[in-house]
């Protein structure tokens, strides 16, 4: 399965990660994109995660002297992820603030659009609970498109899980230096994307 470089300097790596492939290997001993990654660099090293099926970007670093950098920024939040998503159902510009897996959470929405019973939103996270967006999303009453596991009905709209890891705002762990990095919206949901929005 193939994956896009969307930066890389000799200490991190962000991939713009395709739907399907999962970040690391699976309990059932499937490979991920970590191991591919490790196959072909000296040093690979992982500190967050995205779905299997959403898409989008994961950093990496490339020499250990990034790491703590990197695993502060996470802990911290210091590192901004946006995500792009279709839900199905209408929602606001809000905060989502509950707690998934008994701790707390936090999801900020902006709407971009909304049609023919979409609505296309941008989110960002305080906080990075497993499957945090797509817990909120269905708690909130409108699912992601094509989210089979909390989606229910809403899992059958779109052929995959319409959430994608579109930008990641970070200060470089060696260098200091500003970074936002960006993968735009894959094929895939291109036409989902262009539906939610037209009536805007």
């Known amino acids: 399965m193939k994956w896009t470089?969307?930066?890389?300097?000799?200490d991190i790596l962000a991939i713009s990660k395709p739907a399907g492939?999962?970040?690391?290997?699976?309990?059932?001993?499937?490979?991920?994109?970590?191991?591919?990654?490790?196959?072909?660099?000296?040093?690979?090293g992982l500190h967050h995660r995205l779905d299997?099926?959403?898409?989008?970007?994961?950093l990496f670093s490339l020499d250990r002297r990034a790491n703590k950098g990197l695993a502060s920024g996470f802990q911290r939040?210091?590192?901004?992820?946006t995500y792009t998503a279709v839900v199905v159902?209408?929602?606001?510009?809000?905060?989502?603030s509950w707690s998934v897996g008994g701790k707390s959470a936090k999801t900020y929405v902006t709407v971009v659009g909304e049609d023919a019973g979409f609505t296309?939103?941008?989110?960002?996270?305080?906080?990075?609970?497993k499957h945090q967006i797509r817990v909120h999303a269905a708690m909130a009453g409108a699912p992601i498109a094509g989210d089979r596991?909390?989606?229910?009905e809403a899992g059958y709209?779109?052929?995959?899980?319409?959430?994608?890891?579109?930008?990641?705002?970070?200060?470089?762990?060696?260098?200091?230096?500003?970074?936002?990095?960006?993968?735009?919206?894959?094929?895939?949901?291109?036409?989902?994307?262009?539906?939610?929005?037209?009536?805007?």
Do not use: N
Request: charged share 20%; glycine share 8%; net charge neutral.
């Open 5 to 10: 470089e969307v930066y890389r300097d000799r």
């Open 149 to 152: 596991r909390y989606g229910a």
């Open 89 to 96: 159902g209408s929602v606001s510009d809000c905060t989502w």
């Open 120 to 129: 296309a939103v941008r989110m960002s996270l305080d906080t990075g609970r």
């Open 77 to 81: 939040h210091t590192i901004r992820r």
């Open 157 to 200: 709209a779109w052929p995959r899980l319409a959430l994608h890891a579109s930008q990641l705002s970070l200060k470089h762990p060696v260098t200091g230096e500003v970074l936002v990095l960006e993968a735009p919206l894959p094929e895939g949901l291109v036409a989902l994307w262009q539906t939610a929005t037209c009536g805007s």
């Open 52 to 58: 299997r099926p959403a898409s989008g970007l994961v």
């Open 21 to 44: 492939l999962p970040t690391q290997s699976t309990k059932t001993g499937e490979s991920g994109l970590f191991e591919a990654l490790q196959a072909q660099e000296s040093y690979v």
